[in-house]
């Protein structure tokens, strides 16, 4: 398995663990939230930065997995400064009242680390009558990093270290439908394929990325967004599936990647010096990639934007 071990630019590749990738690099003083935290990849980012010396905030939905995986760390790392709130993505009230929670609690924040998804899912409606991928894996991170983004700035400004929002998408961003998003039929059921609704949701996370970069960049504001794709990691995420978790035993040892490499790329981008001023940009096995066509897409972007903004309204 030479191939999948062949190191890129950055010196690392897909076999590279979270560890590996941020040797040597210091985090103290910062402050990063990650949402997803309490299983898979997003429990491994927050336990690899929280061994770095960053100040991690989980944002979970089950908070009492939240405190294991707290106590996990802590045991491992008595040092580690971890803290969880209750976080659920696919609920705009649950967002609002964690941004309004974090920033009553006066922390600074250095690192966004969007995180959390569903994969896959048979159609179903969130709370907010939004079909559950869309709402979960976009609309639910777009609302948070928005309510956010004062707390960034301020910190940024404060601290004159750049802050990084780092949005955990997919490759199968490639894999949406034809007009890569479906604004006319976002809760159509009758058109509803599962897994390019999936795609469209981490299409919407490169997007989201770019434009935030381009507003960035017209405002002069010290903070960086990238997406990218962790790999494919045999997690929770494939619980919609019907094979079951027996491909996980057999053909998984050489097609996915464990939670350490899973959770690699993330903390490359989230902690790296290498992506110092780095922004709009996609990555895969912690190097730098191309996203799909729809996914450079300018036009594309700022009509997400635009169309998600009047959805929360």
């Known amino acids: 398995m030479w191939l999948f ?23 103290t003083g910062l402050t990063a939230i990650v949402t997803g935290a309490s299983s898979g990849i997003g429990s491994e980012t927050a336990r ?63 690192i966004l680390i969007n995180n959390a998804g569903v994969m896959a899912a048979p159609f ?12 979960t894996n976009h609309l639910g991170h777009f609302l948070l990093t928005d309510l956010l983004l004062d707390s960034m700035k301020k910190t940024a400004i404060k601290s004159k270290k750049e802050g990084r929002i780092v949005n955990v998408s997919s490759e199968a961003h490639r894999y949406t439908y034809p007009e890569g998003i479906r604004f006319d039929g976002i809760n159509d059921e009758s058109r509803y394929k599962k897994m390019l609704a999936y795609g469209q949701s981490k299409l919407c996370n490169v997007l989201h990325a770019n434009e935030l970069t381009r507003r960035f960049k017209e405002e002069g504001v010290n903070i960086t967004a990238n997406s990218l794709h962790p790999g494919i990691i045999a997690t929770n995420l494939f619980r919609h599936f019907n094979f079951g978790n027996g491909i996980a035993n057999t ?17 490359y981008v ?6 110092k001023g780095v922004s709009g940009e996609y990555f895969l096995n912690s190097n730098l990639n191309k996203a799909s066509q729809h996914g450079q897409d300018v036009d594309l972007a700022k009509k997400l934007w635009d169309f998600t903004t009047n959805l929360l309204k």
């Open 124 to 135: 179903g409606l969130s709370k907010d009558n939004i079909e559950l991928q869309f709402a």
């Open 251 to 267: 053909v998984g040892k050489l097609v996915f990647k464990n939670v350490q490499q899973g959770a690699a790329t993330t903390c």
């Open 270 to 275: 989230a902690l790296h010096p290498q992506v």
């Open 48 to 110: 690899v930065l929280a061994l770095r010396g960053v100040h991690v905030v989980m944002g979970i939905r089950n908070l009492e997995a939240g405190r294991n995986v707290r106590e996990t760390i802590i045991k491992e790392n008595p040092s580690a400064k971890i803290d969880a709130m209750e976080l659920d993505l696919s609920s705009m009230a649950s967002v609002r009242k964690f941004a309004s929670n974090y920033q009553s609690a006066g922390l600074p924040l250095n």
């Open 5 to 27: 071990r062949r190191k890129g630019p950055s010196g690392f590749s897909s076999s590279s663990t979270a560890e590996e990738v941020t040797n040597g690099i210091d985090g």
